[in-house]
């Protein structure tokens, strides 16, 4: 299971940190799958912003680069999304995800429920 938490409403450049919390039976998959985030605007198609590939290489969507950083816990439990200078098209919900391959890929193995960010 993939729980994440962090997301709420923010003034435009302000920033957040949200998290993402491996536990029960995918407790260990973040040490074997490539873990990242999605979001979905209202309206947009899911889009894919940040994912960390089995080798540690960081990638990041054009929309987020320079903004966003994910990140991973030392036990690799846990996945971070650290968020600046946020912008209103920056408004989603935001989705973990976990892939069995060794980089993300648009349709991954285990999906979080999401948590609202909200710009304004």
């Not at 973040?30 to 873990?35: G, H, L, P």
């Not at 969507?61 to 999304?81: E, M, P």
């Not at 060794?102 to 999906?111: F, S």
Request: glycine share 12%; net charge neutral; proline share 4%.
């Amino acid at each position: 299971q993939l729980v994440e938490s962090g997301g709420g409403s923010v003034q435009p450049g302000g920033s957040l940190t949200l998290s993402c919390a491996a536990s029960g039976n995918t407790g260990y998959i973040s040490s074997a799958y490539c873990m990242g985030w999605f979001r979905r605007a209202p309206g947009k198609e899911r889009e894919g912003i940040a994912a960390l590939d089995l080798d540690g290489v960081a990638r990041y969507a054009d929309s987020v680069k320079g903004r966003f950083t994910i990140s991973q816990d030392n036990s690799k439990t846990t996945l971070y999304l650290q968020m600046n200078d946020l912008k209103p098209e920056d408004t989603a919900m935001y989705y973990c995800a976990a892939d069995k391959n060794p980089r993300m890929t648009a349709i991954p193995d285990y999906w979080g429920q999401g948590t609202q960010v909200t710009v304004s």
